[in-house]
């Protein structure tokens, strides 16, 4: 159990005259600092906290130990695809080869970096069915923009002005109508059957010439796979329109079947759900977006291309950076996050062509298993087998008034992370439940052991379950204050400062 002591602030630890660190010698020269501008020099030294090195390992570590993350227990977070990072990606990215790299070096002295986009961008498309890929978007919601604005590029190249309007499902994730009003177009919603899935006959009204096109994930937020997709994509396209894939849900798919032979034109990625990749804290992350053929010329710049008749002995690159005839322009620094591309080109190689189809089937029985064990005692408002998650609507017996969020609180006095709860908005209570396919039957079983308990404890003793969570190092917070009244310094500052 970790220490009070070293729970405190930094700066409350401070005592004067502490020290543990020692700078290296000073190898400027001692006028440097009378040719910067006077404005920039500080008239007092910065205060910062006065500790030993003990103190300072210490509480960074007892701090370390109050998160919660893929390495220190399960975390079924819903739609989030939360899966463990191994740990060969890491060692990976961290090749001195790689970390050294400069963004501005000249392409003859990175071919090997170039090399790894390239390979990466050509993996991703042979798993995805795509013709290419760019790695240059930040993360999925960035690389939903950049999806939009090459559909929106598309569009206009024809001179087909009219079409600014985004069909969207009442079930989507919340980036994907913000994505299309960021990239300038008007959103229109179609709504979702009983079962879950996109309702066809109300589509059908939707579809003229000001359509852009469609964004869809599949399976759905609910994990439905859309059993109508190859109906709905032809619909689109008839009427003019490109199908949108969001690879949020990419991760049941693997092995199985490819977005672009289900009628997508473009899509994203999430490197960082799907392959492995660090998740979660604000980043970083990484949102390929990959297109048919026909639509390669407006991927963004630049891109990682390949002479493949270049001969390196003669001084000939086979790696060098281009661009299409009509790109929408660079949406980013460079070419992304090269860091977690590395990390998800390791896992891709690792798992290899004949291990990746497992993936998505493992993922699935997963979600199923779970599932199955405790429809018993949580409301399943969608029967039937999913796909790599699934969606209750609060505890089967709600006479007690134990809510979704008790539930989650009481989880963490369990050792799990809570599953995404209140999402998706189609049912009030929800819960979405995402395991993924390197969880092992014994972690499911002590999850659906912790669930089944808290169940019980709603009805028999459901005081118990409001008021969690009870072994955690801070109690439930006021959300809403900790929003509005934030602390962002250690002490409150005067006029003077």
Same mark, same amino acid.
């Not at 042979?126 to 890929?133: D, H, Q, T």
């Not at 919603?189 to 599949?218: C, E, F, H, I, Q």
């Not at 937020?221 to 059993?227: C, K, Q, R, V, Y």
């Given at each position: 159990?970790?220490?009070?002591?070293?729970?405190?602030?930094?700066?409350?630890?401070?005592?004067?005259?502490?020290?543990?660190?020692?700078?290296?010698?000073?190898?400027?020269?001692?006028?440097?600092?009378?040719?910067?501008?006077?404005?920039?020099?500080?008239?007092?030294?910065?205060?910062?906290?006065?500790? *030993?090195?003990?103190?300072?390992?210490?509480?960074?570590?007892?701090?370390?130990?109050?998160?919660?993350?893929?390495?220190?227990?399960?975390? /079924?977070?819903?739609?989030?695809?939360?899966?463990?990072?191994?740990?060969?990606?890491?060692?990976?990215?961290?090749?001195?080869?790689?970390?050294?790299?400069?963004?501005?070096?000249?392409?003859?002295?990175?071919?090997?970096?170039?090399?790894?986009?390239?390979?990466?961008?050509?993996?991703?498309?042979?798993?995805?069915?795509?013709?290419?890929?760019?790695?240059? @978007?930040?993360?999925?919601?960035?690389?939903?923009?950049?999806?939009?604005?090459?559909?929106?590029?598309?569009?206009?190249?024809?001179?087909?002005?009219?079409?600014?309007?985004?069909?969207? @499902?009442?079930?989507?994730?919340?980036?994907?109508?913000?994505?299309?009003?960021?990239?300038?177009?008007?959103?229109?919603?179609?709504?979702?059957?009983?079962?879950?899935?996109?309702?066809?006959?109300?589509?059908?009204?939707?579809?003229?010439?000001?359509?852009?096109?469609?964004?869809?994930?599949?399976?759905?937020?609910?994990?439905?796979?859309?059993?109508?997709?190859?109906?709905?994509?032809?619909?689109?396209?008839?009427?003019?329109?490109?199908?949108?894939?969001?690879?949020?849900?990419?991760?049941?798919?693997?092995?199985?079947?490819?977005?672009?032979?289900?009628?997508?034109?473009?899509?994203?990625?999430?490197?960082?759900?799907?392959?492995?990749?660090?998740?979660?804290?604000?980043?970083?992350?990484?949102? /390929?977006?990959?297109?048919?053929?026909?639509?390669?010329?407006?991927?963004?710049?630049?891109?990682?291309?390949?002479?493949?008749?270049?001969?390196?002995?003669?001084?000939?690159?086979?790696?060098?950076?281009?661009?299409?005839?009509?790109?929408?322009?660079?949406?980013?620094?460079?070419?992304?996050?090269?860091?977690?591309?590395?990390?998800?080109?390791?896992?891709?190689?690792?798992?290899?062509?004949?291990?990746?189809?497992?993936?998505?089937?493992?993922?699935?029985?997963?979600?199923?298993?779970?599932?199955?064990?405790?429809?018993?005692?949580?409301?399943?408002?969608?029967?039937?087998?999913?796909?790599?998650?699934?969606?209750?609507?609060?505890?089967?017996?709600?006479?007690?008034?134990?809510?979704?969020?008790?539930?989650?609180?009481?989880?963490? *006095?369990?050792?799990?992370?809570? @599953?995404?709860?209140?999402?998706?908005?189609?049912?009030?209570?929800?819960?979405?439940?995402?395991?993924?396919?390197?969880?092992?039957?014994?972690?499911?079983?002590?999850?659906?052991?912790?669930?089944?308990?808290?169940?019980?404890?709603?009805?028999?003793?459901?005081?118990?379950?409001?008021?969690? /969570?009870?072994?955690? /190092?801070?109690?439930?917070?006021?959300?809403?204050?900790?929003?509005?009244?934030?602390?962002?310094?250690?002490?409150?500052?005067?006029?003077?400062?």
């Amino acid at each position: 159990m970790n220490n009070v002591f070293y729970d405190k602030l930094i700066f409350e630890l401070s005592r004067h005259g502490r020290q543990g660190y020692s700078l290296p010698k000073n190898s400027f020269p001692d006028d440097f600092r009378f040719s910067l501008p006077k404005h920039l020099l500080r008239s007092q030294a910065p205060e910062l906290p006065e500790v *030993d090195e003990p103190t300072v390992v210490r509480h960074y570590t007892n701090m370390s130990n109050n998160n919660v993350g893929v390495d220190t227990g399960f975390y /079924p977070l819903g739609s989030c695809t939360m899966k463990y990072n191994p740990k060969i990606n890491e060692l990976m990215s961290e090749n001195p080869t790689f970390v050294n790299l400069h963004p501005l070096q000249c392409e003859e002295t990175v071919q090997g970096a170039l090399k790894l986009y390239y390979e990466l961008q050509q993996m991703l498309a042979e798993i995805a069915g795509m013709s290419e890929f760019t790695l240059n @978007p930040y993360a999925g919601a960035h690389g939903e923009l950049t999806g939009l604005m090459i559909m929106r590029q598309f569009h206009l190249s024809r001179n087909d002005l009219k079409r600014v309007k985004v069909i969207v @499902p009442d079930s989507a994730h919340g980036t994907n109508p913000a994505s299309a009003a960021v990239a300038g177009m008007q959103v229109v919603v179609v709504k979702s059957r009983p079962d879950g899935t996109v309702d066809v006959d109300d589509l059908r009204p939707l579809l003229d010439d000001t359509v852009a096109g469609m964004m869809m994930t599949n399976p759905n937020t609910l994990g439905i796979f859309e059993h109508n997709i190859s109906q709905i994509a032809q619909l689109v396209h008839e009427a003019g329109g490109l199908m949108y894939y969001d690879g949020a849900n990419l991760n049941p798919l693997l092995g199985k079947c490819r977005p672009g032979d289900l009628g997508f034109d473009i899509m994203h990625i999430n490197l960082h759900k799907t392959f492995s990749t660090p998740h979660g804290g604000g980043g970083p992350g990484s949102g /390929p977006v990959g297109v048919t053929d026909g639509l390669e010329q407006f991927l963004p710049m630049p891109r990682v291309l390949r002479d493949s008749e270049a001969n390196p002995e003669k001084g000939e690159y086979e790696f060098y950076l281009g661009g299409g005839d009509i790109p929408i322009g660079a949406i980013s620094s460079f070419l992304g996050n090269f860091g977690v591309a590395i990390r998800a080109y390791a896992y891709i190689l690792s798992l290899g062509r004949e291990n990746i189809k497992h993936v998505g089937p493992l993922a699935t029985l997963n979600a199923n298993y779970v599932k199955e064990q405790l429809k018993d005692y949580y409301e399943l408002p969608l029967e039937g087998v999913c796909k790599h998650e699934f969606v209750f609507d609060g505890l089967k017996d709600k006479s007690t008034g134990v809510t979704t969020l008790d539930v989650a609180k009481r989880l963490l *006095d369990y050792g799990f992370h809570a @599953p995404t709860i209140y999402f998706p908005l189609l049912f009030h209570e929800a819960m979405m439940i995402e395991p993924t396919e390197n969880e092992s039957r014994e972690t499911l079983d002590a999850f659906i052991d912790a669930m089944k308990k808290i169940a019980i404890e709603a009805k028999e003793n459901p005081e118990l379950v409001k008021s969690a /969570p009870h072994n955690t /190092p801070v109690r439930r917070l006021d959300d809403t204050k900790a929003a509005l009244d934030q602390i962002v310094t250690y002490r409150m500052l005067t006029k003077q400062d």
